[in-house]
């Protein structure tokens, strides 16, 4: 899965309690309606199908499963109060499953690159 | 004859104050001497170095590398590169000078530079200005201490006696309706420039004392020294955007963004005034400075959007901005007010030397600095106070020097003061004391300290028609430092009515 709009990723973490990864990143200069039909072709793209996806007033909640077994939980949240020519437009909070540190490439350790800052679990 | 010669005229009062401060300077080193660089000084060192490099690049006929000085003397964007132009010297001679090797070399040249603005002062105001500039700040010991670090405040403060010098040069000639000549202009533009090339945040200064001559020049001038004055303002103006332009320029190009001076404001803003949870639509990476991280973050979305860095900046901070009330504003105006003039030997505790710095020195200098501060400050709240009336000169040094400190006093309300910022403002202060010791000694019938102020009288004027009454002048001089004096007052009173509302 690769992402088309412009993001940048705020934080990186597996959850504590749960078997999940979570991921945050910020949209740019697009809206939320079309992150969410991005984010949709992307994992339909990669096999995902959509499922019972939901919203709310403030957020769209998207949900992906692969083999009925994958579910990738999405929100995206737009900021309040946007001035017109705001660069950052929104929050998106994917919920997906842990992977293992593909490479040991230096940049993976660094934690301004990774965003992995949880105090609990410095590098993986 | 004798009468004339003021007690203070002796050279001796000179020598001997020039020695205190020599003395006493010497005897501060060793607390500083081998004191590890402190928080910005770094980047005007490292920015020193890649500026001896690109000396040896250009001497050596070699490639310049582009990446180097782009990453250090512009780094990101915060610091003007004046600092750095007096070091590089130093690293060119000596790449690895040592640290005290550094420190030694910043005091000498801080020395230097005060004895010449002194000499200057001497020159145009006359000994009791000059004689006080040696106390204040010559002989304040953290004044001493800053003077062997790596900050450009202090270098930025004598930079702007020596402009106001200049200005009131400039005023006396304007008022025998001499214009300046291109000599003068260009000697104006190369201290502005550097006033501005030492701290960026002296451009509000130098725009307003301009703009304040240039004012004069109508008020004061007939039509063809009218003419030239505009004409000796504009070589001013084109000589300074020709010194400024090479760093805009090249600041403008490493940040992708428009520079003219510095890109630290908006973040100081948010930082000052902001939501520190919003200044990255949310929190900041953690792990970092408040400083550091938003300009991470605001090249991730520079990079992401195609865009250049300062607008994401501004961008952040006008959104974590949005909750400022006039109320939280006024309150952290006021505690940057406190910071900049409320601690001024805070810093010695960040510059001792690992060995030779006593617990004994150390309280001697926080003592008698906030002692000797207290006093000039004092002296400098008073003068934003005080109408003169007088002779016109000491009018136009009083409007200066007011001009001169409220627009350093502008800080506080766009940045996060610190407690190094008074050393820019300390010598105009010590202009201001001077002045009020004038004018009390100018009351008392054999006035022992109060030279005879520079009178148009004794100078044959250029065309001569000038008028030979100053009265309208002394009466607008009256006026415009009586609003100086109301706006200060409204602006403080209303400062403290909001943070306390």
């Known amino acids: ?124 | 004859l004798r009468s004339s010669l003021l007690p203070v005229a002796r050279p001796k009062v000179f020598t001997v104050l020039i020695v205190a401060h020599v003395v006493l300077k010497v005897s501060l080193f060793p607390y500083m001497s081998s004191a590890p660089l402190h928080g910005d000084e770094r980047y005007y060192f490292d920015s020193a170095r890649a500026l001896s490099n690109l000396v040896r690049d250009i001497a050596s006929l070699g490639t310049v590398d582009v990446g180097e000085l782009q990453r250090n003397v512009v780094g990101n964007g915060w610091f003007m590169p004046g600092n750095g132009i007096v070091l590089t010297p130093l690293f060119v001679v000596d790449p690895g000078a040592g640290i005290t090797t550094i420190r030694l070399y910043l005091g000498v040249l801080t020395t230097l530079l005060l004895l010449f603005t002194v000499m200057r002062v001497r020159e145009v105001l006359g000994d009791l200005y000059a004689a006080m500039l040696l106390v204040f700040p010559g002989l304040i010991p953290m004044w001493l201490l800053f003077s062997f670090g790596g900050w450009s405040d202090l270098v930025a403060g004598l930079l702007i006696v020596l402009l106001l010098a200049e200005l009131v040069k400039w005023t006396r000639a304007l008022r025998l309706n001499i214009p300046p000549t291109c000599r003068d202009a260009v000697r104006m533009a190369l201290i502005a420039g550097a006033v501005v090339y030492s701290r960026s945040s002296a451009s509000l200064l130098v725009a307003v004392m301009g703009a304040m001559v240039m004012s004069f020049c109508v008020v004061a001038l007939r039509r063809r020294a009218l003419f030239h004055a505009i004409l000796a303002g504009s070589l001013v103006a084109a000589i300074f955007g020709a010194l400024l332009a090479p760093w805009s320029l090249f600041a403008s190009h490493a940040l992708d963004s428009t520079v003219v001076t510095t890109t630290s404001v908006p973040t100081s803003l948010a930082v000052a005034f902001g939501n520190p949870d919003e200044l990255c639509y949310g929190p900041c990476d953690p792990t970092s400075t408040q400083w550091f991280t938003p300009v991470r973050y605001a090249r991730e979305v520079a990079r992401a959007t195609g865009t250049g860095e300062v607008g994401v900046l501004q961008q952040m901070s006008s959104y974590s901005r949005h909750g400022t009330t006039p109320k939280s504003y006024a309150q952290a105006v006021l505690d940057g007010f406190s910071r900049y003039a409320l601690h001024p030997a805070a810093f010695s505790r960040d510059v001792r030397s690992p060995d030779h710095s006593p617990e004994a020195v150390h309280t001697f200098v926080v003592a008698t600095t906030n002692l000797l501060w207290l006093i000039l400050a004092g002296c400098g709240a008073i003068l934003l106070l005080t109408v003169v009336r007088g002779a016109v000169d000491a009018q136009i040094v009083s409007l200066l020097t007011k001009l001169g400190i409220t627009s350093l006093l502008t800080q506080p309300f766009v940045h996060v003061a610190g407690s190094r910022y008074w050393t820019s403002v300390a010598p105009l202060c010590g202009i201001g004391a001077a002045l009020l010791v004038h004018l009390t000694a100018a009351r008392r019938p054999h006035p022992r300290l109060a030279r005879p102020p520079w009178t148009k009288a004794e100078h044959r004027s250029y065309s001569g028609d000038a008028p030979t009454d100053e009265s309208p002048l002394r009466r607008c001089l009256t006026a415009i430092q009586a609003v100086q004096v109301i706006l200060a007052v409204v602006i403080a009173v209303s400062l403290v009515l909001f943070a306390k509302e």
């Not at chain 1, 309690?17 to 910020?26: A, F, H, I, K, N």
């Not at chain 1, 949209?27 to 992150?35: I, P």
């Not at chain 1, 949709?40 to 957020?59: K, L, P, W």
């Open chain 1, 1 to 124: 899965v690769s992402i088309d709009f412009p993001y940048q990723v705020r934080t990186d973490e597996d959850l504590y309690l749960r078997p999940l990864r979570r991921l945050v990143l910020q949209y740019d200069e697009v809206e939320a309606v079309a992150v969410r039909d991005s984010l949709i072709a992307t994992f339909m793209r990669a096999g995902f199908r959509e499922r019972r996806s939901a919203g709310s007033s403030t957020s769209i909640v998207l949900r992906f499963v692969k083999e009925d077994q994958h579910l990738v939980t999405i929100t995206i949240t737009p900021l309040p109060r946007l001035a017109p020519g705001d660069l950052v437009r929104g929050t998106v909070e994917m919920l997906l499953p842990r992977v293992e540190r593909q490479s040991n490439d230096p940049v993976c350790f660094d934690r301004f690159s990774t965003k992995r800052f949880a105090a609990w679990q410095p590098h993986r």
